[in-house]
């Protein structure tokens, strides 16, 4: 995973409008740096709950996106589902923040992945998350 102090090396960000829920959310964001992949997403005012903060929602969305993505690019393109997402909410984030998704792999074994991941703002780590992905047979 990236450490607050990897988050930005000043390579632009390449922006996604995909379908589905992120693309609700989005846009996603992506980059690469130091052989990692990261994923943003800028807070708007209808990511927040009633206190005025980013919803868990929108943090689980984004973690289940960059946690699934991660196992796709590790299995070579071989589509993955999340059998299982535990999210740990550490921080907060409000309107025009930059939230910052990472993963990473941390076992492979037959069709499932574990994977961690972390999601940074503004340096700070407000969440933490570990998954539990199955690579699909996409018949």
């Known amino acids: 995973m990236i450490s607050a102090n990897q988050a930005s090396n000043g390579t632009p960000w390449r922006e996604h409008n995909l379908p589905g829920l ?21 807070i708007r005012k209808d990511h927040l709950n009633q ?8 943090v689980t969305a984004l973690m289940d996106q960059a946690l699934s993505t991660v196992a796709w690019s590790h299995s070579n393109k071989t589509p993955c589902v999340t059998v299982q997402l535990n999210v740990s909410f550490l921080g907060s984030a409000a309107e025009g923040d930059l939230l910052i998704a990472s993963g990473r792999i941390v076992r492979a074994t037959g069709s499932l992945l574990f994977a961690d991941g972390s999601i940074m703002v503004n340096g700070a780590e407000i969440a933490t998350a570990q998954a539990i992905l199955k690579r699909i047979n996409p018949n």
């Open 22 to 42: 992120l693309g609700v959310l989005g846009p996603l964001l992506s980059k690469r740096e130091n052989e990692h992949w990261l994923y943003g997403l800028r």
């Open 51 to 58: 206190a005025n903060i980013v919803h868990g929602g929108t």
